[in-house]
């Protein structure tokens, strides 16, 4: 067991030093352990953990294997980087791969009975054979779930190391390695040391299915996302016009809908535009395609991060790679504000058209443009109807919409959030009656 000393390529697997601890316990049940009480109390401190692990991720069965397995899947080196890239490593970094292996299939394997045989602990059965829930994830979606419960039996059936190698190989190569290839969505934190790219845990489970009407705009958005993630030609896309139209919902929906194919998202609001050579760099080499996107995009005359933005996206000297495209959301067409005193006969300013065009060409840097406008009376009928269905929410159509009618004059006009907001008000009266 103290073997973990000599890992080459999968040193410090987890930050929390949860693995070490646990095998710092496995290799003192085989001496004579004259620190017991110590032991057993160490023991408990990493039953609990692993069962707050177990409850937060929705996994069940060996929990230490199922735990070994996840600090497998998460953990970016030069290995797990190059399968995931070129599909198989080659040389030395297999060698090096197959010396950690060796070692982590010996502490996998351990026989967590002795646990009790030395320190006369209970609660082994829990670690041994957990009970979990699937439904109260918090972390990861349910399919990922299901595939890293699915590997930690690959594992448990492995013969040798080798086939050990080859099945978190495997993994490697289908689905990649590190919170980018375990999720489908991040945002950016701002550290002394630069941009963090981190996970999030919970995005609404929307396709864009979901979103009723709005097929030209759909299909458009589609089009160039699909093209996207096939290794085409694509362009960067602004959604904009009314609010609550659903330009975010489609947002959401693309991150869904796409994730199978190797996409990812990741936010970032303008007052990080310092962040995104940072951010670029980190993911340029990666084996996914990446959208950038950036909600509520506009600016006042004032802010000048546009033109930091401009540059990036297309106009700098370093070429935006081809894994990466920006899409943004605005209530603005043009992105920044425009005034009457831009006009020409009513501007002091000499090279007034000069202006204008600055102005503009934020925009023009977006080659997709798709436009979301409020619902007329019935189109938004259409999105209440499908929600209430959706929802199960029994009502006569005639009442239904009437009652929508009345809702959506108080509520800031016609548009699917109203109609969400309408539902979500029907269900909350029902679940209070």
Known sequence: MDGIREFILYRNLDDSNLFSRFVALMAHTKKDCKKKEKMSKEFYKCLHELLAFAADYGFWGNLWQVYLTYLLVNHENPYSRACEIRGKAQGTLVEAAQHDFALLKEVFDFDLSMFEEAYGVFGVEMIADFKGDLSSAKMLNQRMIKRILALSLQLKEAEDETAFLHAVTQFYQDFGTGKIGL????????????????????????????????????????DNTD???????????????????????????????????????????????????????????????????????????????????????????????????????????????????????????????????????????????????????????????????????????????????????????????????????????????
């Open 183 to 222: 999720h489908k969505a991040f945002r950016i934190e701002h550290t002394k040391k630069g941009a963090v790219i981190v996970p999030i845990t919970n995005i609404a489970d929307v396709r864009l299915n979901d979103l009723t009407g709005y097929e030209f705009a759909k299909k458009k958005l589609m």
């Open 227 to 433: 093209a996207f993630v096939k290794g085409k030609k694509a362009n960067n896309c602004l959604l904009f016009g009314d609010a609550g139209t659903g330009k975010s919902t489609s947002i959401k929906a693309v991150a869904n809908q796409y994730y199978e194919n190797g996409l990812r998202i990741i936010e970032l609001y303008k007052h990080q535009f310092q962040d995104l050579h940072d951010v670029i760099a980190q993911i340029k080499n990666r084996n996914y395609k990446f959208i950038i996107y950036m909600d509520d995009l506009s600016f006042e005359d004032f802010e000048i991060e546009y033109k930091y933005l401009k540059a990036v996206i297309e106009g700098g000297l370093e070429k935006k790679p081809d894994n990466i495209l920006i899409y943004a959301t605005s209530n603005r067409r043009h992105l920044i504000r425009e005034n009457f005193s831009d006009k020409p006969s009513l501007s002091d300013d000499l090279h007034n058209n000069d202006t204008v065009q600055e102005k503009l060409s934020l925009a023009a840097r977006f080659g997709v443009q798709i436009y979301f406008g409020a619902p007329d009376k019935k189109q938004y009928g259409q999105i209440v109807t499908a929600l209430a269905k959706k929802h199960q929410i029994v009502m006569e159509e005639e009442e239904l919409l009437a009652r929508a009618g009345k809702w959506e004059l108080s509520h800031g006009g016609r548009s699917g959030r109203t109609a969400q907001q309408f539902i979500d008000h029907l269900l909350g009266k029902e679940g209070c009656e």
